[in-house]
């Protein structure tokens, strides 16, 4: 009889912490209407248009400065994991990077416009790796980035490091060269998780999760 009350307990018990499933076709088909009928960037205007708000009330120091993600932040590859039918294959996605033709997240094209009209520093801080540099700094250009003080991607010795690591402490060393970090933009968790962030602007991303 106990044994059969545990039995009952056990099969509740992995019954009620099964997540519910969701049938991909139908995850892919909601995914995409959100970003393609417009909710994606109203939900992104929003967010920019409280951190101007934010921004106004900051006092203007000349080391006041905001760090910018760059995928599915500055830049948006929407169009390209769509065509891909959702997912990720790293080889797939380095010559995506390589072509160099992401356009800008407007709203955050917009944000950038704004600081740089402030004169408010301006550091792109990605997971992307070492040998994308040349066309990451390409794309930027191409999206209308062409001013900032600098970008930094991961290097060789460094891509066994979880994003969060890896960007909170380049913002720990930024912030000790003098940069008063007073936002932070991204579209991950783990764009904010350590500390040095300044207010967060976390950006919806329904295609991918990096931890
Ligand atoms: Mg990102």
């Known amino acids: 009889m106990k044994y059969g009350i545990l039995k009952i307990s056990l099969i509740f018990f992995f019954v009620a912490c099964q ?9 892919k088909k909601a995914v995409a209407e959100y970003y393609d009928y417009g909710t994606y960037e109203k939900d992104c205007k929003k967010l920019i248009d409280e951190a101007v708000e934010f921004i106004e009330t900051i006092d203007p120091y ?6 910018f993600d760059i995928d599915e932040t500055a830049l948006d590859n929407y169009r390209y994991i769509k065509s ?12 995506w990077v390589n072509r160099a033709e992401a356009p800008p997240n407007k709203e955050v094209k917009r944000f950038y416009d704004y600081l740089r009209s402030k004169k408010i520093r301006i550091i792109f801080l990605s997971g992307r790796h070492e040998e994308t540099y040349q066309a990451t700094v390409k794309n930027l250009r191409s999206a209308g980035y062409t001013e900032y003080d600098t970008l930094i991607i991961r290097n060789d010795n460094e891509l066994n490091v979880s994003a969060s690591e890896f960007k909170s402490r380049i913002r720990k060393e930024l912030a000790e060269k003098g940069y008063r970090i007073i936002a932070n933009i ?15 602007i976390k950006l919806p991303n329904y295609l991918y999760q990096v931890d």
């Open 19 to 27: 997540p519910e499933l969701v049938n991909l076709d139908k995850a």
């Open 62 to 67: 000349d080391s006041n400065a905001v760090v």
């Open 186 to 200: 991204g579209d991950q968790k783990s764009d904010f998780e350590g500390g040095y962030s300044g207010y967060v």
């Open 84 to 95: 891909i039918g959702f997912g990720y294959i790293l080889d797939e996605w380095n010559k």
